[in-house]
């Protein structure tokens, strides 16, 4: 790289900057690491603290704000302005169908469908949910171990990206609103308000979420590599051991964010759903077929009728609400610190599409293709765990109780297990590098006003922030801390979620048939006066 490509890359980073949104986002997260290295006793404590009175307190809350954006998918799938182009008229759609649906899974699912695929249902099965009243180790939790799966990685969770991108995909697209998440109260403060104090909030809350989300996956995908190497080969690494790891992700993902959508998200993309697939299909092959389709299909009727007591399950007079809080709120939780910058993603490459194909493709295509996975692997674990095929409860005991040892023991205990495990291996780091190179993208967005393609310096940057906050929060509080920090940033953004359904509702049904009819000068207009 020359001095003048130096010096031009420095301009633009420093041209596009929002300096507010990018020093608070950076001092705080500075802080934050500070915190963990000096005060790592307080710091842990502090953040404990506010994770059990959130999901103790506050349960409620995440639960009726994600069953609210689950509802309102719905009706946008159903209703009629489902048919609403997210764009100009004449706008096609920048990717296929097909390609289209492996960005959009790769980002929205990441690393944790993997980590958590094989780990989720066999802990559901040594102890099971309140809501079903089971005993431990049973056919009957079995099947509640698979359903609450699903419900974990289901609708609701893809419904909460939906809506944070169906809004700014069409204000960004239609009337060339900036590319960030404070776009979605355009409706709410006008199109040429989008830079005060109340947008200046929320990108800043998207900022925080997105950093604590996606630190949350960079350290679990840590822990499984670190995990796995000491699984199949037997050398342990240590703490050095996961800073160099996570370092090792953190510079993986830096060279695709480099290579643009297009050469990197893309290709990795591509190549992770194949992978995915091919796992899929061997374990279900391999597997306990028969137990898997039985179980597995049990599992999805149920989840299908008893989603909505499922929804507002709070576990109160039982346990006093710790199974929820510990399993549905985290999830909750994580969800929504997704949710800024996966629904930004997901605007950025919806250009040209309906509202209708968007919420479709989004929620029920990669619900579809999440339901096969958590079936063969959750079936599977139990099933060997139950007849002693696999002691997969032990081995995760063995390595003090880390769900990140679930999948070794699984893949071992099926013929190729050697190859399976290096595929799954492969898999787990992929998957992460398209998420977190999503992430990089959005953050950028998120700093420099809403820049569609932010500068390389930008994305390295908070490429190196995540890296760094994952190491201090896996070094220190290993993965109680990680999941402690998606809680604790994660739900702000909740507000957010419903934030944006009611400025949908006033955008689509108080001016739905000037969005079909007037002229984009017109519209502007018409949302900067709703004042």
Known sequence: MTDDTVRTSLKQFVDELDQVIFGI????????????????????????????????????????????????????????????????????????????????????????????????????????????????????AAVGAIQYSYFHWGLSAWSAYMVIAIPIA???????????????????????????????????????????????????????????????????????????????????????????????????????????????????????????????????GNYIDQFIAMSFYTSAGTDSGAWVGNWTIFFWAWWFSWAPFVGLFIARISRGRTIREVSIIGVFASTGITVPWYATMGGSAIFFQSTGVADILGTISQYGGDEAAAGYPLFDALPFGEVLMVMFLVLVTTFFVTSADSSTLALGMLTTGGEESPSLINRVIWGGIIGLLASVLMVAGGVNALQAAAIITGGPFGIVVLVSIYSMMKLFSSHFEAIDTSSTAVRRESIAQDD
């Open 170 to 300: 069409y204000l960004a697209y239609r009337y060339d609103a900036p590319l960030r998440v404070s776009t979605l109260i355009a409706p709410l403060v006008g199109l040429d308000n989008l830079d005060n104090v109340w947008a200046k909030l929320i990108d800043v809350v998207a900022v925080f979420a997105t950093i604590g989300g996606v630190a949350t996956t960079l350290g679990l995908v840590g822990s499984q590599f670190l995990v796995g190497l000491d699984y199949v080969t037997g050398i342990q690494l240590g703490d050095a051991g996961t800073v160099l790891m996570i370092t090792g992700l953190t510079v993986a993902f830096t060279l695709s964010v480099s290579a643009g959508i297009k050469k990197g998200i893309l290709r990795i993309s591509y190549f992770n759903m194949t992978l995915f697939s091919v796992l899929t299909v061997a374990a279900f092959v391999l597997g306990p077929t028969s137990y898997i389709l039985l179980t597995g299909t049990q599992a999805l």
């Open 25 to 140: 986002g950076i001092t705080v997260t500075a802080l934050a690491v500070l915190g963990f290295v000096f005060w790592e006793e307080a710091a842990t404590t502090l953040t404990s603290s506010i994770n059990t009175f959130l999901w103790t307190e506050l349960s409620w809350a995440y639960l009726l704000i994600m069953f609210c954006a689950v509802v309102f998918v719905l009706f946008l799938i159903l209703g009629p302005w489902g048919s609403i182009k997210l764009g100009k008229e004449d706008d096609e759609p920048e990717f296929g169908y097909l390609t289209y649906f492996v960005m959009l899974y790769s980002a929205g699912t990441a690393a944790g469908v993997v980590f958590w695929g094989p780990a989720e249902a066999i802990f559901h099965y040594q102890t099971p949910s309140p809501f079903f009243d089971v005993a431990a180790g049973s056919s009957q």
